[in-house]
């Protein structure tokens, strides 16, 4: 063995250090893409029906006259409920993206299927959103 022998110390570590630093990136990446991920897919989720709905503002005045044509006869005119249960309380008890779906999905029946226009939801959504 010739030359130096720190140079014989160092070059066993240059390897060592360089896959230590192979794989922190890799680990930094793949956290990334993860991250990513759990931004990017509850969106994607989202149908456009009920992005479009909730990027708008809701009158309540003209979601509760929706509301009496349209659910007062199974919810009562006061939403204390008959054929459908009571809705007062039920912005607390579920966020607006479950209430969107179960009023277009009609997924307990007898509840029937219903979709208004985007506009007509989100007032719905905000009458509902004063039944207390």
């Known amino acids: ?8 110390l160092e070059a ?3 390897p ?3 896959q230590g630093l192979i794989t922190a990136l890799v ?6 893409c993860i991250l990513l991920l759990l931004l990017i ?14 990027e708008l503002s809701g009158s309540p005045e003209t979601g509760g006259r929706l509301f009496r044509m349209n659910c007062a006869g ?9 054929v459908g249960p009571s809705l007062h309380g039920v912005s607390q008890r579920r966020n607006d993206r ?5 009023v277009v999905s009609g997924r307990t029946p007898p509840m029937p299927r219903f979709q208004p226009e ?5 007032d719905l959504l905000a009458h509902l959103h004063t039944l207390e």
């Open 1 to 8: 063995m010739t030359g130096d022998p720190s140079t014989i």
């Open 12 to 14: 066993p570590q240059a």
């Open 16 to 18: 060592v250090q360089r």
């Open 27 to 32: 680990l930094l990446a793949a956290a990334g």
């Open 41 to 54: 897919l509850p969106a994607a989720r989202s149908d456009p029906y009920t992005r479009r709905t909730l």
């Open 74 to 82: 199974c919810h009562g005119i006061a939403a204390q409920g008959l």
């Open 98 to 102: 479950q209430l969107i779906r179960q």
């Open 118 to 122: 985007p506009q007509a939801m989100a």
